[in-house]
């Protein structure tokens, strides 16, 4: 039984930046992406109305609990009944779900608790959108294609993180909370025909291989693969320590670097738009190149410069220079990521592409959040410079496993 009656993609190779499909998907993606993140926005600012920082501290953690526990089973999901059918599932329930909410605020005034319980079913959700989401590339486009994919997913990443913060602000200026969920819900339900329409392919092989195993014993397969596999091993264990080296920092130290050195928030909006910069022109090259030459070997040569790069902020004396380390850290640390992410979607059977998404994404988006607090208090014990030397050196332990590591530096991707 097939997934979607759409017919299936060509097999002829055409360019994913000229792909009707891809581009379909990728409108989509964007679409849904810049409406997580108003969501966010209007989460934050509906808890903070509700109760005082500890309390939207509270509601923000609780979404990221069950993404990380439930991020394993989503991969699950994702291969036994599709990442197709899951994404456009979860992206159903997640405008469901903020539209609910912006029609409570037009009338009531939720306890936080009720936020918290909102944030906890997006959380969930997640868990199964993001393994899903992360599987479809393969699906919508020639092998040779995927290192593009990856660089136009980057530039829509970047796109959702400009527009959004900006478009959150303004619906919540203007309308309050409940504004602000309706627009994420808006976009959600722009994203979902788009993904209806997105053609599939579905290797035979893979729908056959679908069944009858309990979830626990598919779970402990794809485990079993990601181990014994001898490029995907390595490639998870360089994501999963560069990534917690990473993402502290990142997210939290650079708010906590220019407050403490006196950049304000005008050199904070500098440092960050830096690192976008850098990103944005890692995901511009990935997307007009047809491919990158020994892909393993370049993605962790990448990651060593972009470690350095963030524990040139130790040392950062003014808004100037922490501009030029946050631009070399993006750019980097972006060309890394997003070469990692085509290896292993490249590397992958398709028949556990789900599973395997969902342990990278555990390791990307799941478990580096929880990190957040643990960063914020080691910065205010010993301060920015020490916390962001130590996720240099752990970014670029990283690095140094996945060159270590023969499979990896070996891999390619197709042509």
Known sequence: ??????????????????????????????????????????????????????????????????????????????????????????????????????????????????????????????????????????RITAPGQLSRVQGLRGLAQRVATVCSAPLGGLAVAVGGPAAGFGVAGVLFAVSLPLLMTVRMREPAEERAGRAADTARRQLADGLRYVRGHRVLAPLVVTIAVSEMGFAGPANVGFVLLADERGWGAAGMGWVLAGFGLGAGAASLLLAVRRRVPRAGLVMSCAVLPGAVALGAFAFAPSVAAGVVAAFFTGLCLGL?????????????????????????????MGIPPLSYPLTGVAIGAWGAGPVFLAGAALTMAGAAYGLCSRPLRRAELPV
């Open 1 to 138: 039984m097939t997934v979607t009656g759409i017919p299936p993609a060509p097999v002829a190779e055409r360019p994913a930046h000229r792909d009707p499909n891809v581009l379909r998907w990728l409108s989509a993606y964007t679409a849904s992406m810049i409406g997580d993140n108003v969501y966010f926005v209007a989460l934050s600012w509906a808890a903070a109305r509700s109760g005082g920082a500890a309390q939207t501290g509270l509601v923000l953690a609780v979404g990221a609990v069950p993404r990380a526990l439930l991020m394993l089973g989503g991969g699950v999901v994702a291969d036994r009944f599709g990442p197709r059918r899951v994404v456009i599932g979860s992206d159903a329930v997640r405008c469901a779900v903020v539209v609910a909410v912006a029609a409570l605020l037009l009338v009531a005034a939720p306890g936080i608790w009720v936020l918290a319980a909102v944030a906890l079913v997006f959380g969930a959700v997640d868990a199964l959108f993001l393994p899903s989401v992360g599987a479809l590339p393969p």
């Open 336 to 364: 890394g990521g997003a070469l990692a992410g085509a290896l292993m979607q490249t590397v992958t059977d398709p028949a556990y592409l789900g599973r395997v998404t969902s342990v990278g994404s555990l390791f990307t």
